[in-house]
């Protein structure tokens, strides 16, 4: 099979184009953009329609699919962190596809014996430069209307919900093979009398538009566009040639309107090809996933559904080879114990799965009854109501005590979270830490603290490292000494209450800051002097590699600025 690749010109369009002919190339898909079987544009619909015009003289022999970057779109089926699983399609290809209607454009020039012909994807617009539009609407061959306005839009079924939809027309199921006429900002009084309102014409008749003067006109097919003179006459109709789109897999219409337009539902839907040779149920390889029994009741029992080539199944289906999954998971019902408040949040990186923050000090990260609001739950359940996401729900990863600055991370609904956990679970998020402890460390520049912690026996809140304690291991590195401390950076191995500082308390060398455990507060640093600075983890979507580092904070700045002339050679 040989496959051609469009993409637009954005970084990240750019940086995954270069991954999928990557992942064609070592699974033996030939890569041709002259003679392709299937284009595949990474990009959006504007792209795919870049793409239709580009392969327009060979609409029999191609198919498209289409990748998004941002949300699904009219024509774009496969979401950016599915590169993997669209060419496992690609290789099991069997040339079945989908066909949509085009629209045929025929226009014709003064003095010109043979109209100029083109397809378009979407729409056809005409509009005066300036002026009103006056010409005269035949619909096959007889005389409909004389309009006057701004313009008119000729639009396909697919092309309805677009351009067409915004000056109000109709929206058309794809099956429906007829052109809509709706009239761009008509007028429409006792003198100049029109229909008014959009007109849809079957697949055996036509629309044949005749200005009445033959200068100063914008021409539009689809994305295209240009200032025409000498227009006598333009020509809309069902065209002959169709396009096809590879059928690997297919969003229903009208749930694609919804989402583009009402987003009253914003369910969250994964798909995954199964390429076993041998049976499995579909909750056993749903579990491969990482979608848990209490999720799968929760997709059971509040509006979500599991698919089975477009059909639903329950979880006791056997999956056959070359089936493809689908599951859609509900909305989770918001909790009204995390009240939103309306402060800022400095937002590090986001996507739709995942939130994370730079956290000030000062700031719980959870509710309680000592911090009941003000925390970083709230503020991040603020953020989402502004945003209206429709998952508003707070999924905490990483938190970090009241006094620690940084990288905290959140999950934005259920199932990202689960994912999350379990690369925790198998300590695949690094995060690394700065901090400024008491005294010059006297030790190598690179070392571990290996102690046990455990409660202390005379508060709920401090520990202690005691050989009754859980196991627990710190690693840290050296970066700066001075007379009155050390700077270091530093990674936990284990994920105890209090690590870092009962550990650094354990060896002589308490944090700067922090006197529950024994550690001073000066000018500078009236808090525990410690700082997430890094975390980097492999996207459990995407697969991308994310590294994120911050600066130091404001506080651990300033003290190094006023103590860099005294760093200690090391």
Known sequence: MKIAVVNNNV???????????????????????????????????????????????????????????????????????????????????????????LLDVKVTYQGQKEPSHFLSLNESTMKRIDGTMVCDVFIKDELFERFRGDGMCISTPTGSTGYNKSVGGAVIHPRLEAL????????????????????IVARDEWIRIKPLTTEGFVLTIDQLTSSEKNITELTYSIAKERIHFARYRHTHFWSRVEDAFIGAKKNMKFSWSYDLPTSLQVKSFLKTKGISRSLLAKIKFHGGKIEVNETEVTVRYLLKSKDTVQVTIPDEAPHETTVPIDIPIDIVYEDEHYLVVNKPYGVASVPSQVHPEGTMANRVKGYYVRQNYADQVIHIVTRLDRDTTGLMLFAKHGYAHALMDTKLRAKEITKKYTALIGGQLNKAEHGFIDAPIARTTDSIITRRAHDSGKEALTEYWIKGSFPQATLVDIQLHTGRTHQIRVHFAHIGHPLMGDDLYGGEKNTWITRQALHCRELNFSHPFTNEQINLELNYPEDITQWLHQHEQQEVNS
């Open 11 to 101: 970084e990240q369009s750019l940086k995954l184009a270069e991954q999928f002919r990557i992942l064609c190339l070592k699974n033996r898909l030939q890569l041709d953009d002259k003679n392709p079987d299937v284009v595949v544009t990474i990009g959006g619909d504007g792209t795919l329609l870049s793409a239709f015009h580009r392969y327009a003289h060979m609409l029999d022999k191609v198919r498209f699919v289409g990748v998004h970057t941002g949300h699904l779109g009219f024509y774009t089926d496969w979401r950016d962190y599915e590169l993997e699983d669209l060419v496992a399609s690609l290789l099991k290809d069997k040339g079945e596809s989908v066909s949509y209607p």
């Open 180 to 199: 809509q006429l709706t009239e761009i900002a008509p007028i429409n009084n006792r003198v100049f009398r029109i229909l008014g309102s959009p007109l």
